[in-house]
């Protein structure tokens, strides 16, 4: 197998426009009112940053060959990677940007070399094709692993998962109920502090806070008043193993109909415009009768300290999937 991964036309106009404004305003910060006397600067600045963005996307690209990966440097040297002896793994970083409420998920080659860690960065890989390039390695090491005798045997063995469905869903309510009593109080404030106190407008304005309060009750109790029963009803309480079938509470999937397993990646935060949201964790199966989607985790419930035991249920699913030569695939991070 031969795959090479280049930068997209699309990531390069969005590294050149992000180039722009940030040099552009920089030079202004720095040179002020100088910079507007002198009109022949800017061609010069633009031409600088076309420059700078075309020399630092230019060699963006990997190439996966069997066991090697590899890359080339800034100088244009190819670097080639052993996935095994290099101990090549794909790995994600978020940068939290407060100031534009923004999330930037940074992601990396980590590998080691002489006894010390590297990081080489290919943020310019688009998302499902680092979460393809992150498969390809760990189905690789598994084999590598199960050649040698790490995995001998294991596969047979039938792993068993429960799924905390009570808690999950008293968990969901709770953060249902905090971010409508946040909204409430927000929506609160900020017409208390525009309203016009103290004369007969206030009265009007307060009736109208009174009516909008009133409309989110409703609209609280008409669709989430029984959210945790909604919400236990949708989880499957059961996860069962082996090596023939995925059995999901009552629902039986053997191997031989399955033909993609798609889950959630084992990152908790995904980007975001306005937060870091916890995304909810779920079990695509793919076979002759469609698509199966079972929901692990609802959405905001940290599962990295709420159910830790994702991890285990990922590892095994995906680990049975490369056994059993079925397609598995990440969603998210």
């Known amino acids: ?31 002020g009112n100088f910079l507007l006397l002198i009109p022949q ?27 090697k990966i590899s890359y080339f440097n800034f100088g244009g040297e190819e670097k080639v990677l052993d996935i095994i002896k290099n101990d090549v793994r794909v790995v994600e970083s978020v940068e939290n940007r407060f100031k534009s409420l923004k999330i930037k998920v940074n992601r990396y080659l980590k590998f080691t070399e002489n006894g010390e860690n590297h990081l080489k960065n290919i943020s310019w890989i688009t998302l499902k094709e680092g979460n393809e390039l992150k498969v390809y390695i760990w189905k690789y090491k598994y084999f590598f692993e199960r050649k040698i005798g790490k995995y001998k045997n294991n596969t047979l063995k039938e792993k068993k998962f429960m799924i905390p469905t009570e808690k999950l869903a008293i968990l969901k309510e709770v953060d249902v109920k905090t971010k409508f009593f946040v909204i409430s109080i927000f929506i609160f404030i900020i017409l208390m502090t525009f309203s ?36 236990q009803k949708k989880l499957p309480k059961n996860i069962t193993i082996d090596n023939l079938k995925i059995m999901i509470d009552e629902k039986i999937f053997y191997k031989s109909d399955i033909k993609k397993i798609t889950m959630t990646g084992l990152k908790i935060t995904e980007r975001s415009y306005l937060n870091i949201l916890n995304v909810p964790k779920v079990l ?48 998210g991070y």
Request: hydrophobic content about 50%; overall charge positive; glycine content about 2%.
């Open 1 to 31: 197998m031969k795959k090479i991964y280049r930068i997209k036309i699309l990531k390069i106009i969005q590294t050149l426009f992000f180039n722009l404004s940030v040099g552009f305003v920089s030079s202004f910060l720095i040179l």
């Open 41 to 67: 600067i800017f061609p010069i600045v633009l031409l600088i940053l076309i420059l700078y963005t075309v020399i630092s996307c230019y060699g963006n690209e990997i190439t996966v060959k069997r066991s």
């Open 196 to 231: 016009e106190k103290e004369t007969a407008k206030f009265v009007t304005q307060l009736i109208y806070l009174i009516i909008i309060e009133t409309f989110l009750l409703i609209f609280y109790f008409a669709q989430y008043s029984n959210v945790k029963d909604k919400i």
């Open 284 to 331: 695509i199966i793919e076979n002759n009768a469609g698509n199966q989607k079972f929901v692990i985790a609802p959405i905001g419930i940290n599962v990295k300290w709420k159910y830790p035991e994702y991890i285990s249920l990922f590892k095994n699913i995906r680990n049975w999937c490369f056994e059993n030569r079925i397609e598995f695939v990440i969603t």
